[in-house]
């Protein structure tokens, strides 16, 4: 991809070196070449770019000593280095620099003339404030792409408030969908937040995509996790609201499809669609007596019926071992899994199968295992092989390249 004068060959000089077989050179990523300059923190922006490092793009995250404390200071730290802020920001390079000062807004600015993207996850106005907002940078590099990741977009009445995971969870409604009107579920792990940076590592490519076709023209796109996160996941809720000029009775979103069933040694969940299939594990279980019952005869009669079923079969799935249960559900073709924790899933033969996990090798903090990035690309793949960047790791090699013009 073109993009602004000088930023590619600068990116090229700075991205992630490839290892050398013989004659071959490790191929490259889709974004090799591309300079992304990386001022965000957490979650959602951190792993926003982070996505575009694994495909190739240098990315320069730009830091203080006192930078994104709480995910450098996340537990368990080894030797310093935390694991949380090794997962968001394999890949990337550090420069530690100080944007409140004179002299670090030159430098990230000189940066920022290079680059290809710009990613942030402040709220409105501070950007702006300290000199990075996105007209400053484009009057300096018009073919920039700017990434505004917010909270509640960057206009309208909510735009300053402050936004964290959970709250936007709750905010959402999916709290209550997930588990009850009077007591609300939230989801354990920070999906608003991960999301959002797929959104965002998306909305980066997309703008990259029309700036090679339109000429090198940048632009500022905005994400906001409330609009992120509803896309995601209210998609079932979405059924008591999707036409608005009929009324419907109102539907209520079953959680019976996934729960888990226990058996001899273990715990097996799946879910039941189709009446073949619901035949097919009574036929498994020896319980040709269910197969006719007019309870199950249809699919929405499973979704909204399986309750009743799983309290029919729970005998005989307790008196089996999971490994029964499972090779006979895939004899039968029907979709069960064991129910692992997650140290189990890591370390099973269906993730080194599917290749969910990377294990490098580093001189100062040993094997260290890296998320794998998930879609494998025939010609140019992607590559999580360099760990997470030490505050400051890569400022004299950056400044370097700068200065070089």
């Not at 809720?237 to 001899?264: C, D, G, I, W």
């Not at 035949?279 to 007019?294: I, M, N, S, T």
């Amino acid at each position: 991809m073109d993009g602004p004068k000088s930023g590619p060959s600068f990116g090229k000089e700075l991205r992630m070196s490839g290892t050398v077989s013989g004659d071959h050179a490790e191929p490259k990523g889709p974004l090799s070449g591309m300079l992304v300059v990386d001022m965000s923190s957490i979650v959602s922006g951190p792993l926003g770019s982070r996505i575009l490092a694994d495909l190739g793009a240098t990315v320069v995250k730009i830091e203080t000593a006192t930078s994104d404390i709480a995910v450098r200071s996340n537990l368990p730290v080894h030797q310093g280095h935390s694991a949380y802020h090794e997962q968001l920001n394999f890949g990337k390079k550090s420069i530690s620099v100080d944007p409140k000062t004179p002299e670090g807004v030159k430098t990230i600015r000189a940066l920022c003339k290079k680059a290809d993207v710009f990613f942030q996850n402040s709220r409105p106005g501070v950007m702006e404030r300290l000199g990075f907002g996105y007209e400053a940078l484009k009057a300096d590099n018009p073919g920039l792409v700017y990434v505004s990741v917010t909270g509640f977009g960057e206009t309208g009445p909510y735009a300053n408030g402050v936004a964290y995971d959970t709250s936007i969870q709750g905010l959402v409604g999916f709290m209550a969908a997930q588990g009850t009107e009077d007591a609300p579920q939230a989801i354990y792990s920070p999906v608003a937040d991960k999301i959002t940076a797929i959104w965002a590592s998306h909305a980066a490519m997309g703008a990259l995509l029309y700036r090679e076709r339109n000429g090198g023209v940048g632009q500022k796109v905005v994400i906001d996790m409330v609009s992120a996160y509803a896309s995601f996941i209210l998609v079932e809720e979405m059924a008591n609201e999707t036409f608005r000029s009929v009324e419907f009775p109102t539907v209520h979103a079953p959680k019976q499809p996934y729960q888990p069933l226990a058996t001899a040694d273990g715990t097996v969940v799946g879910l039941i669609l189709m009446p073949q299939q619901y035949k097919a594990v009574c036929r498994a279980l020896g319980r040709e007596d269910l197969e006719d019952d007019p309870r199950f005869a249809t699919t929405p009669q499973l979704i909204h019926g399986i309750a009743e079923f799983h309290k029919a079969i729970a005998k005989d799935v307790a008196a089996i071992t999971t490994e029964v249960f499972l090779q006979r559900m895939r004899d039968s073709n029907v979709p069960f899994s064991r129910v692992n924790n997650p140290r189990d899933f890591i370390n099973s033969d269906i993730a080194a199968a599917t290749g969910a996990f990377v294990d490098i090798e580093d001189d100062e903090f040993g094997t260290i295992r890296h998320l794998n990035h998930p879609v494998k690309y025939s010609v140019s793949p992607a590559n999580v092989g360099r760990r997470a960047p030490k505050i400051g790791e890569h400022t004299d090699e950056i400044l370097a390249m700068i200065a070089g013009g």
